[in-house]
C-alpha cells in the first residue's frame, strides 16, 4: 500500500533533507512524518490557538503579560495557617 508524494519547491526538499539529517539519520519519509506527527499534535490540543503564530496578537504599551492575574498573595505562598 505504498503512496507516492512529490515536492518540487527546491527549498523545502533542502529543508527535509537537513531535518532528515539532523533528526532521522537521512531518512526523508521519517523526517515529514515526524514533522505531521508534530503538527497533528499540536492541532489535537485542546484550548485556542490564539496567539500562536507571530504577530497574531497586539499588546498595548504598557501591559505587563508576566504580571501575576491576582493582586492578593496566595495562602500557600504565605505559609499561613488557615482556620475552617
Known amino acids: 500500500m505504498a503512496n507516492v508524494v ?3 519547491r527546491p527549498e ?12 532521522t ?3 526523508k519519509t521519517e523526517a515529514v512524518a515526524l514533522g505531521v506527527r508534530r503538527l497533528l499534535e499540536q492541532s489535537a490540543r485542546e484550548g485556542s490557538l490564539f496567539g500562536a503564530h507571530r504577530g ?6 504598557g501591559v505587563d503579560l508576566i504580571a501575576p492575574a491576582l493582586d492578593v498573595e496566595p495562602d ?8 475552617r
Open 6 to 8: 512529490t515536492i518540487n
Open 12 to 23: 523545502v526538499v533542502a529543508l527535509i533533507e537537513e531535518a532528515a539529517r539532523k533528526l
Open 25 to 27: 539519520g537521512g531518512n
Open 56 to 61: 497574531s496578537v497586539q499588546v498595548r504599551e
Open 76 to 83: 500557600a505562598e504565605t505559609g499561613k495557617e488557615l482556620e
